[in-house]
């Protein structure tokens, strides 16, 4: 861990103030909106742009790397981002919203894919899955340190527009001073879907349900919030209680997985989280079971993104294992676009109620869809026997993918070596 710390220090602090940038517009977009006399259909449109320019960009980001290199591509979409942040307050109407969140969402993924192909550089077989680890927490701390940004300000005003914009333009400084310039990276062709469903149908199905849930959490949890009358300290605690409970639960979950049939993990998980939002549902406007409940899925989905990578890789060849993260990102992203429009549509119709049967419906559908699986497949066909689980965030990159598809790969090759004979001993 010290190495780790000692060869990315700098690139882990760039991104800590990103994803306070990140958290903070996410957020204060669903709070100004509120104020700003938004239908909740607008703002879930306004929600939504921001996985659509994500997806484009996981598509994109890569090319452009290879044309102009990592460092004018970081600075170019980091500068975009700051400009975009700024804007926001100015020019206040859906559309313009939208615009902006679509182009935010785009530079910010391909901010992600360059900052981490970075540190997948820098990281060894020996570091990588700690640099993993040590990614996600500084993600998780940078989205809840802007939950409590948020509260120091006015949501009405102009300055807390302006604090993520200077974080994110402060955070070029400590990367671009210190990290080398790698050159551009080859991707992997991803899998093709129909050929992922029939590898994994639990894992494609589940991926696209955890797409709607993530930008449910992500982008309409303020929504929810104001419209159940939350204050917006309440509201900053309760998103920030999401990210919590998600970075705490992944590393007892991640073992429990390495040593059960995943797909009974799987399920419990999903049906706990399900359950969770299901008992806030007959409560909407109680903050105490928002609060509670809020950490159950958040504790349970974002695991069960790792969960359900494992799982598909059990069933793959080692060769195969990166070509599957990109097919499976473009799933879980479809969902996410999809997620805060069908979500706005609920909200609409159901008042506050509609956010946790919205969760509800999804996470038990991982569920229950999980349980038909095991009637209909054996384990007796797998690959690899419990492929390693490794620690995600939940805005995955391609690049973040396959980083962990190396972490699975190298496990699966120690393992194999592990279990073929030593020919020495074989001889005696």
Not at 79 to 87: G, Q, W, Y
Request: proline share 4%.
């Amino acid at each position: 861990m010290i190495q780790v710390l000692g060869s990315s220090w700098a690139l882990f602090l760039g991104m800590f103030m990103l994803m306070i940038g990140n958290g903070l517009q996410g957020t204060l977009l669903g709070l100004r909106g509120e104020m700003e006399g938004f239908s909740t259909l607008e703002i879930s449109i306004v929600m939504s742009g921001y996985f659509v320019g994500f997806l484009f960009a996981s598509k994109m980001a890569p090319e452009m790397i290879r044309r102009v290199g990592h460092v004018r591509v970081f600075a170019a979409l980091g500068s975009t981002i700051s400009a975009v942040l700024i804007m926001y307050p100015v020019l206040t109407d859906p559309i313009s919203w939208t615009l902006g969140r679509v182009v935010i969402g785009f530079c910010f993924c391909g901010v992600y894919v360059t900052a981490e192909s970075w540190l997948n550089d820098a990281s060894t077989n020996e570091t990588r899955g700690q640099a993993l680890s040590v990614y996600m927490i500084v993600q998780m701390a940078g989205i809840v340190t802007a939950q409590f940004i948020i509260t120091r300000g006015d949501v009405s005003g102009f300055v807390l527009f302006i604090v993520p914009s200077v974080l994110v333009s402060m955070a070029f400084a400590p990367i671009l001073l210190s990290i080398k310039p790698t050159p551009a990276f080859g991707r992997t062709k991803p899998m093709k879907v129909m050929q992922l469903v029939r590898t994994s149908p639990l894992a494609a199905v589940g991926m696209f349900l955890l797409g709607g849930v993530f930008s449910a959490q992500f982008g309409m949890s303020a929504v929810y919030g104001a419209r159940a009358g939350f204050s917006v300290g309440q509201i900053s605690l309760f998103v920030s209680a999401i990210y919590l409970a998600a970075l705490v639960a992944q590393y007892p979950i991640g073992w429990i997985s390495d040593r059960l049939d995943r797909r009974i993990l799987i399920i419990v998980v999903s049906l706990v989280g399900g359950l969770g939002s299901m008992v806030a549902g007959f409560f909407p406007a109680s903050y105490t079971l928002a609060l509670v409940s809020g950490a159950l899925v958040g504790g349970t989905s974002n695991p069960l993104y790792a969960l359900l990578i494992a799982y598909t890789n059990d069933y793959l060849e080692k060769e195969d294992m990166a070509a599957a993260s990109g097919g499976l990102l473009f799933i879980n992203g479809v969902g996410a676009i999809m997620g805060p429009i069908t979500l706005g549509y609920m909200l609409e119709g159901m008042g506050s109620r509609g956010y946790w049967v919205f969760l509800t419906v999804l996470m038990l559908g991982v569920g229950l869809y999980g349980i038909l699986r095991m009637t209909q497949r054996s384990r007796a066909d797998i690959v690899q026997d419990h492929t390693s689980y490794a620690n995600l965030p939940m805005t995955t990159t391609p690049v973040l993918a396959e980083m962990a598809q190396e972490v699975y790969i190298e496990q699966a090759s120690d393992d194999a070596a592990t279990s073929e004979p030593d020919p020495l001993k074989a001889a005696q």
